[in-house]
């Protein structure tokens, strides 16, 4: 498993570089669409709507759902005693967390590339503390040990009833 900073790192990275490739595609539609000659697609590049790739981006659903999938993985790994299920839940949170950091970045390129255009701002305080929650929660799960929960009996069940409570939970209770 990767240290914390490497993953912060990456996860950072992450959710940089789409935002900068969010970015530069939404210029290049605007751009593609304002060119003084005509251009293959052009009135569907016009036709375009930023907005709607926010919103399907911005679906929380989506992230909530696998970090409630993941939680309920780890606690299946906590049952058996595999260093190979141990790597792969671990592989699972890094893939999940660096899916969870495109679609910030994403999001992110385009808002700073409308909001410079002068549209409104989209973005609520709200939504960016509930968009925080998931990868927060995978981040902090994946951070203990398998094998440090299999120490003990009564650690490894308790482990896996939170766990197994936490996943429906979270499909529930977080916003949509």
Known sequence: MNSIS???KAIAITLA???LSSFV???L?????????????EGNLARYRPHDTVAVLSDLRLPNTLAAAFLVATGLVLVFSSAYLDK????????????MAALAGFVAGYWLLLRLAG???????????SALISPVV??????????????????????????????PLMLVLLPR
Not at 88 to 99: E, G, K, Y
């Open 29 to 41: 539609v605007w751009g593609l669409v304002a060119l003084p000659f005509p251009v293959p697609f």
């Open 119 to 129: 549209y409104e701002n989209f973005l609520q305080l709200g939504f960016l503390q």
């Open 138 to 167: 995978v981040f902090a799960v994946s951070l203990v040990s398998p094998t440090r929960l299999r120490t003990s009996l009564l650690l490894r069940i308790l482990a896996i009833a939170v766990l197994f409570v936490a996943a």
């Open 17 to 19: 570089f789409f935002a």
């Open 6 to 8: 490497s993953r912060l």
């Open 88 to 99: 792969m839940i671990a592989v699972f949170a890094d893939v999940l967390l660096m899916l």
């Open 25 to 27: 595609l939404l210029a």
